[in-house]
């Protein structure tokens, strides 16, 4: 039982370039989402999913995509990196949103 | 939406004695409010959580308070010990299963020896 498993770990991107950040979990959870976190700033969340097919924006969209075609995986996407997107990234998982959130090791990104 | 505050943003504390942090919701209507650790490098994990149909709960040295009419929930750390230092997390959500999880900014707590 991996949890929830995210890639890469670390990235340097240049500024225009896009990429994609990929999670999966093995928990069976439906709801599913993307944090990221800054210096002073805690985990603000991008973007959430409450089961396949169905994603919402968080409180940080701006820039990013999600989808979600299985319940296990779902991948964020930043279109055009920018070095405001310099951060380190979490991927989330848990059977609701009342119930205990598990995050992925982080991914820390640098946008240059 | 939601909007969750937190303070204060950074606490140090000798070793053994108590700290406490407070956070501030908005939406009457939460319901749930988890608490997050996390060490240095480390993802943050559950320490502990409480529903609005309980005014306290406690864990061996932890403990959560919420006053749903004022609105706030604290984290309480007894006997604090150097394993305690990380960085701690509140949240609020309505526990509703399409409900957005809103954390706070997060609280530095260093344990002096």
């Known amino acids: 039982n991996a949890g929830v498993t995210q890639t890469p770990k670390f990235q340097v991107l240049k500024t225009g370039q896009s990429m994609t950040l990929q999670c999966a979990q093995d928990?069976?959870?439906?709801?599913m989402s993307w944090y990221r976190q800054d210096p002073g700033m805690g985990l603000r969340l991008i973007h959430y999913?409450?089961?396949?097919?169905?994603?919402d924006q968080g409180e940080v969209p701006n820039g990013y995509n999600v989808s979600r075609s299985t319940t296990e995986d779902f991948p964020l996407r930043l279109l055009s990196a920018a070095p405001s997107q310099t951060s380190v990234y979490f991927c989330?998982?848990?059977?609701?949103?009342?119930?205990?959130?598990?995050f992925g090791e982080g991914s820390w990104l640098t946008v240059v | 939406g939601e909007n969750v505050e937190q303070h204060p943003s950074t606490l140090s504390v000798q070793e053994g004695d108590s700290a406490v942090i407070k956070c501030t919701y908005s939406?009457?209507?939460?319901?749930?409010f988890p608490w997050y650790k996390q060490e240095l490098g480390k993802r943050p994990q559950l320490i502990i959580d409480i529903r609005s149909n309980v005014g306290e709960k406690k864990d061996q040295r932890i403990a959560v308070t919420l006053n749903k009419t004022a609105k706030h929930f604290s984290l309480h750390i007894t006997e604090t010990q150097p394993e305690d230092s990380a960085v701690y997390f509140c949240?609020?959500?309505?526990?509703?299963?399409?409900?957005?999880?809103?954390f706070g900014k997060g609280t530095r707590l260093h344990i002096l020896p």
């Open positions: 989330a998982s848990q059977q609701s949103s009342g119930n205990t959130i598990y």
């Open positions: 928990m069976n959870h439906e709801y």
């Open positions: 999913s409450v089961g396949a097919g169905i994603t």
């Open positions: 939406d009457s209507a939460s319901n749930y």
């Open positions: 949240a609020a959500s309505l526990g509703w299963r399409d409900d957005k999880i809103i």
